[in-house]
């Protein structure tokens, strides 16, 4: 069944400093990831996508880290502006099938 | 200007009733998806279609129906068997290999 009050995770930054994301996701097969922000009553806005040929993958003041050792991924955000602040989704995709699953969020909360 | 239309952009749905809400692209991306959002919590996957004329169940199905008759559209009915519709539903599209490009949304609420 749905899970009901179900609360994303919260981050609070001050602004200025990096913030660190974490996901971990879930089955071992996936060999593409993607990095989401959605803010308040809009659809995600695409990052930054990673494939599992790589570890690391660095944009515009954010960089994705992938370890897939432990089915952990990670999104730095280098000094975090108040415009980050948002809700921010992993996703994975496996194979050659197109289905894209999502993780839970986390709550990006950037302090002025 | 490309990109991927959802509408309406609020939808309300009496007791019983079936209602579509539309979704349309004119990325000629191949893949497109419908996900729902409850508040506070993530996107979960209703269908998702590879190619024209097919698609394939996501994780929450059962009670909605999608058609894919061209490659610009993916509508999705929910029919009067979902029995809790209000959501933010979130229409998306991909070509192959690469990440989802989202529409703004369609807010379902039941009167």
């Known amino acids: 069944g749905e899970s009901v009050g179900l609360h994303l995770p919260t981050l609070s930054v001050q602004e200025g400093d990096n913030s660190i994301i974490n996901c971990a996701y879930s089955?071992?097969?996936?060999?593409?990831f993607i990095w989401y922000k959605q803010e308040s009553g809009k659809g995600p806005q695409f990052i930054i996508d990673?494939?599992?040929?790589?570890d690391k993958r660095q944009g515009q003041r954010v960089t994705v880290l992938l370890n897939k050792t432990v089915k952990h991924l990670s999104l730095q955000i280098a000094a975090t502006q108040p415009g980050d602040s948002a809700v921010y989704f992993c996703?994975?995709?496996?194979?050659?099938?197109?289905?894209?699953?999502f993780g839970i969020g986390t709550k990006l909360q950037v302090i002025p | 200007d490309g990109g991927i239309t959802q509408s309406p952009k609020y939808l309300f749905r009496k007791e019983g009733q079936n209602v579509t809400l539309s979704c349309e692209q004119n990325?000629?991306?191949?893949?497109m998806y419908w996900y729902r959002q409850d508040p506070g919590q993530g996107l979960r996957l209703i269908y998702y279609?590879?190619?024209?004329?097919?698609?394939q169940k996501g994780d929450i199905a059962e009670g909605y129906s999608v058609s894919r008759e061209k490659k610009e559209s993916f509508p999705l009915t929910v029919t009067s068997a979902q029995k809790n519709p209000t959501a933010f539903y979130l229409c998306?599209?991909?070509?192959?290999?690469?990440?989802?490009?989202f529409g703004a949304g369609t807010r379902l609420s039941v009167l």
């Open positions: 990325l000629n991306h191949d893949a």
């Open positions: 279609s590879q190619i024209v004329n097919d698609f």
């Open positions: 998306a599209s991909s070509n192959p290999g690469l990440a989802p490009y």
């Open positions: 990673i494939r599992s040929n790589m």
């Open positions: 996703a994975e995709k496996s194979g050659g099938y197109q289905k894209v699953t």
């Open positions: 089955n071992s097969a996936s060999d593409y």
